[in-house]
């Protein structure tokens, strides 16, 4: 880029550099962002479809969730990477709804180009959005309906809602129960920290032979085929260092000049051994733990004592053991005491998917547990995962929250009709813009029909009819096609959820709308107006992650 300057050509810009301003850089930038959302917009719903997505060494993943989807495609422009971050932040606070905030982002952005065709500034368009979103949270705060931990029943169906059209539906009923029991189960005083629920998958059953496990599954087994591989009312002992020779602090070394001298020594490690393992009897501790190793003469000790010892245990493991069976972690062995030790009603050595693990189950108030999900090939059970992890956050966001909205595109509509009331009391060129925000929340009961195989005209006309008439939890029902009340089909989405979603995605279109200059540096991405070729692999390709990129 060059300016004049008394006549003379002044160089600002590095050579190669590019620069695209005005209404060019934002129809760019406006053509990135609804390109993403076109991508992953047939995910929507319980009738949405699966996206393949291959990487260069041949991987394959097979999902409809839309932060899988989006953190596998290849995405260099700089506009469309800010809708993929509208679905990070979604995850991260919520865990669902992360194709509905994308989706909203990129009709946010298709109604907001109209409007600057129509010469709106975008100063405008973003204060009327502002605006707008800040009604629609009122709107949805003003529906949702309280729940409590103790609503079992509406927490499964909250779970249940979250996989409807996953890999897991066909077993949703028996997996909502396992969520609902798993994130109950680890609900404490200072909340709920989801990593105290442990995903173990097993390829081969079916996905209903799934089971919750109170309490935790390591894949490790124990270290000396002699001790016993099943252990009843386990005293279980965590030893976080090595359950070996004790070496002195001080270099040292040490002269024998003969085999009598050298058989003492030995002797005398191997005493130092035994009198570790006879202080875990005196304590009635019959189950080992160590993040470290065991030495050979010890192994041979403990399994003596009747003692299953397992060895080189991960931080996290042990931390886990500890919570779920009230030990504490030991770092001074002769510190030990019986007030250290936790319980187990069992602890066994098992195979689990072809691999060796050993269980500690059957534990007393169980603040650490584990699910087992079962699946007849490795890509379904990683669906079912996927699924799960959504289905794990919305359930913490209800408890956390209280507060739930109906499903099946209600709250859109619902959000649709009083912000274009709001419009009317706003009036001005903002009105524009809250009336266009109206319009853009109304995709995600569009795009619900429209994945249904239904006529998306007729599914939003008996929709607004609905709630007319004052019934503001209506939804369209994919498969049927008629318009029911969600709330009593119990069809629930935590309200987090939407209005996080509504945030991220307002967010993320004013962000996009506010840049009227983009300047690339040589080596950057040119951030350059997509080809019709790249738009047709970015909405309709999907052949595979290379072909995502812009």
Known sequence: MAQQLGGQPLI???????????????????TAGKAVAEAIRTTLGPRGMDKMLVDSSGTVVVTNDGATILAEMDIDHPAANMIVEVAKTQEDEVADGTTTAVVLAGEFLHQAETLLTQKLHPTTVTQGYRQAAKKAKEILDGIATDVSKSDTEILEKIASTAMTGKGAESAKDLLSQLVVEAVTSVSDEDGIDLDNIRIKKAVGGAINESELVEGVLIQKERVQENMPYYIEDAKVAIYGGKFEVRETELDSEVNVSDPTELQLFLDQEQQQLKDMVDKLVELNANVLFTDAGIHDVAQHFLAEAGILAVRRTKASDQKAIARATGARIVTNFDDIKETDLGHAGEVVQQDL???????ITDVKDAKAVTLILRGGTEHV????ERAIDDSLGVVRATIEDGKVVAGGGSPELEVALGVRDFAESVGGRE???????ADAVEVIPRTLAENAGLDPIDSIVSLRSQHDGGNVSAGLNADTGDVIDMAEEGVYEPLRVKTQAIKSATEAAIMILRIDDVIAASDAPSGGQPSPEELEAMMGGMGGMGGMGF
Request: net charge negative; hydrophobic share 45%.
């Open 381 to 384: 059970v990683d669906e079912v």
């Open 353 to 359: 998917g072809g691999d060796q693990h050993i269980f």
């Open 12 to 30: 600002v810009l590095a050579g190669g550099a590019q620069r695209t301003s005005g209404r060019d850089a934002q129809s760019m930038n406006i």
């Open 431 to 437: 009105q524009l813009a809250i009336e266009a925000f």
